[in-house]
């Protein structure tokens, strides 16, 4: 307990010697103003006002927040946080998770995916399964499979694409849609202006048989701005029996009609082919973190989008956007995967699922902004229409080695084969009240309608114990789901100095039931037929830096409840088997201090140093979880799962001139897999304890005129440790991540 209050102490010190240092240098400087992004008081609808660029203050920290109004949103009194990749010394060639989300305050990673492929964060005990409880997004519009239906993100955008990367937490559930975590929205490299091309090439190699080459063109011919890029990946993994290719592709077209009217198309294509070793029991993985005894097992995923967008300038005061967007995408998965690990493949028939997506939707926002009583406000209108369309079969496949999605005999062998048709409708509205130079409120409300519906069949094959079936069943179901409610939420920002900003927020969170609930075909698993929708509420309270150069920081308390939590909890059946229960497992609270600060010391002393930098970054987290209330036996009053109690990043960056090295420790505490807090894994190590681990990273980079060369080495102390326990693919059981290694990039613009 010491050494938490030190790190705090730690934190708060930097924070209060930032507050006065911007105090000293700012004394005598006029209160600070409404956010720059808005009309000055006093406007008349009919003024014509003059164009007026808004820039940020300066800094080399690769780590800043959204502005109160930008890019069609609104995020007064929100806590939000955005990452800019250029500025950052990490691994950017493996979308190392845990090195470009080190400033984000309590995210908890899975890191079983050593090259970046898919992204699997959660936060304030959410389930970190490829960033299903965020609203994931690319440039404003959905990536994942089915928003909320499935709203697994299998496609993860290359961050060497990336321009900024977009958090806002809770409160973000009244303009973006219903997750409990937040939003999250990778905004692509924009076209470069006052080039007509401009090509970057960046070629990457690693431990393990890692290769990556990213290729990019950008530029303006008159009023058409483009940027284009394609990346190949492969790494045959940390482990044997792990081999992967990947391609991506991408292109950003954008025409200006006039100088109040734009229109664009954003054309994304992915596709990969990943070899999988398996999970492993708590035993092997004592044994030998490196081993596996699966060779057979594969996934393949394919993931295509198109989104148009339409951009209008109204008047000087007022706004409007469309974005149109659709989905076409697959993900097979082929493998033999026991619930008892530690078995030795039999070259039996494999087990295969495969799921097909398809959707499309359409958003619209209406920015205004408009004069109350000599004071400014600004109001967001908008509303949504989704349609899914997802496909899910699952049966036997071939008893080879290779990578064969074909179903065996599949008008007998299919035991699964549900379609799932998807509506949602929402209308939105947030409105900021500037009620003085330093206050603002801001409440808003968001309506939504959801129908979800599951038509198939679901079955099994009954086998003797020579492997002869012996029975086929197969039981018909139709379940249909609608419901309409409305959320509510309301953020408050104050502003007591032009450096300093006190926010706060409560906004309302609900997360449906998705395909997964409705029905799943896993021997192993048992759902609840009467599950329910998750409600709850979020709340945020905190203090943090504004529109600072040399220092930044966010110290924050937050409260979550999770009213009818979804999650899994094992049981014995009537033949004493282990099963796990997917039930509403109760009411879980969880609540906190995030917080986070860095400081450029060595500008802070000397402001006008132009070639030394010295950054140093803190990011601590303290959770308590608890589930208050419970009808399963054995949950009150336990843990919540995915919860460790304390969560650190911390780091240091040098710098001279085009030369800089940075290093970074992540540690976590202990954390459960689910709710009855078991220790053990047992024969199938998809429960248990996940065991505290503390990993180093180190990184340089170098610029040269049109070069850039960039080393690192991730998990520099070589240690054997684990963040996920897997129910399904890519396991069952315990995922190891990988241990050191090491890795080169090399860049050239022209």
Request: glycine residues 8%; hydrophobic residues 35%.
């Amino acid at each position: 307990m010491m050494k938490l209050r030190g790190f705090n102490i730690i934190f708060f010190l930097l924070a209060l010697s930032s507050v006065a240092y911007a105090q000293s240098r700012t004394s005598g400087k006029a209160s600070p103003k409404p956010d720059s992004t808005a009309v000055p008081q006093g406007i008349s609808k009919d003024q014509d006002l003059k164009e007026l660029t808004i820039t940020e203050k300066a800094t080399d920290f690769g780590f800043s927040r959204l502005r109160g109004v930008e890019n069609m949103g609104i995020y007064e009194g929100k806590k939000s946080e955005v990452i800019t990749p250029d500025q950052l010394v990490a691994n950017l060639s493996t979308n190392n998770a845990r090195q470009i989300y080190s400033r984000v305050a309590g995210l908890n990673i899975w890191e079983n995916d050593g090259s970046g492929l898919q992204l699997s964060i959660g936060g304030r005990g959410l389930d970190p399964n490829r960033t299903s409880n965020f609203n994931v997004r690319q440039n404003g519009h959905d990536i994942s499979a089915d928003a909320l239906g499935y709203p697994e993100s299998y496609y993860t955008p290359p961050i060497e694409a990336v321009g900024r990367i977009q958090i806002v937490r809770g409160a973000a559930s009244l303009q973006y849609g219903t997750q409990f975590g937040g939003l999250i929205n990778f905004v692509m490299r924009k076209p470069v202006e006052n080039k007509k091309l401009e090509i970057t090439a960046r070629q990457s190699i690693g431990s393990f048989g890692f290769y990556n080459a990213f290729t990019s063109a950008s530029g303006t011919v008159g009023k058409l701005s483009y940027y284009t890029f394609f990346q190949y990946k492969k790494a045959d993994g940390w482990r044997a029996n792990s081999h992967l290719d990947s391609k991506t592709a991408y292109a950003d077209i954008d025409y200006k009609v006039s100088d109040r009217t734009s229109i664009g198309i954003d054309v994304t294509h992915m596709d990969y082919l990943s070899k999988q070793p398996g999970g492993l029991s708590d035993a092997m993985f004592v044994q030998d973190p490196r081993q596996t005894n699966r060779e057979r097992n594969w996934f393949q995923v394919g993931w295509n989008m198109l989104a148009l967008h339409f951009d209008q300038k109204i008047s000087a005061t007022s706004d409007f956007n469309l974005r149109v967007f659709g989905l076409a995408a697959h993900r097979y998965s082929l493998g033999f995967r026991p619930n008892r690990v530690a078995t030795i493949d039999d070259n039996s028939e494999r087990d295969l699922i495969k799921g097909k997506f398809t959707n499309w939707g359409a958003e619209a926002r209406y920015l205004k902004r408009y004069v109350t009583a000599k004071k400014l406000s600004v109001l967001l209108l908008g509303g949504r229409y989704y349609h899914g369309f997802n496909h899910s079969l699952q049966g036997v496949g071939s008893t080879g080695k290779n990578a064969d999605f074909n179903f065996v005999e599949p008008e007998r062998f299919i035991t699964y084969d549900y379609r799932f048709p998807n509506r949602n409708v929402s209308l939105f509205a947030e409105n900021i009240f500037y009620l003085t130079d330093r206050l603002s409120v801001t409440p808003g409300i968001r309506f939504e309608y959801i129908k979800t519906t599951a038509d198939g069949f679901y079955g099994s094959i009954s086998r003797d114990l020579a492997g002869n079936i012996i029975n086929i069943t197969r039981t018909d179901e139709y379940r249909k789901n609608g419901r309409k409610f409305v959320l509510a939420g309301v953020g408050v920002s104050y502003k007591p100095h032009s450096n300093v900003e006190i926010y706060g927020n409560i906004s309302q969170n609900y997360r449906s039931i998705t395909f997964s609930d409705m029905r799943i075909a896993n021997p192993s698993s048992v759902i609840d037929p009467n599950l329910k929708d998750e409600k709850g509420y979020s709340i945020d309270l905190g203090f943090r830096s504004h529109q600072t150069a040399f220092f930044n920081y966010d110290v924050s308390l937050f409260y979550l409840n999770y009213n009818n939590r979804i999650g899994e909890v094992q049981f014995y059946d009537e033949s004493n088997r282990v099963l796990r229960l997917r039930s509403n497992v109760g009411q879980a609270v969880i609540m906190g201090v995030e917080s986070y600060a860095e400081a450029d010391f060595f500008k802070l002393a000397s402001p006008e140093e132009k070639h030394w930098s010295a950054v140093l970054f803190g990011n601590i987290a303290l959770i308590k979880s608890e589930y208050r209330k419970s009808e399963i036996p054995g949950v009150q009053g336990n843990e919540v799962e995915f919860v460790p109690k304390f969560n650190l990043k911390t780091g240091l960056r040098v710098g001279y001139k085009k030369l800089k090295g940075s290093f970074q420790l992540t540690h976590l505490t202990d954390q459960f897999s689910e709710a009855t807090n078991a220790i053990d894994g047992g024969v199938s190590s998809v429960v248990g304890l996940i065991p505290a681990y503390k990993i180093m990273d180190l990184s340089f980079s170098y610029e040269w005129k049109r070069l850039k060369a960039e080393a690192s080495i991730n998990n520099l102390a070589n240690q054997m440790y684990f963040t996920r326990r897997a129910t399904g693919y890519p396991g069952p059981g315990i995922l190891p991540s990988d241990g050191r290694g090491y890795y080169l990039t090399l860049q050239v613009k022209i």
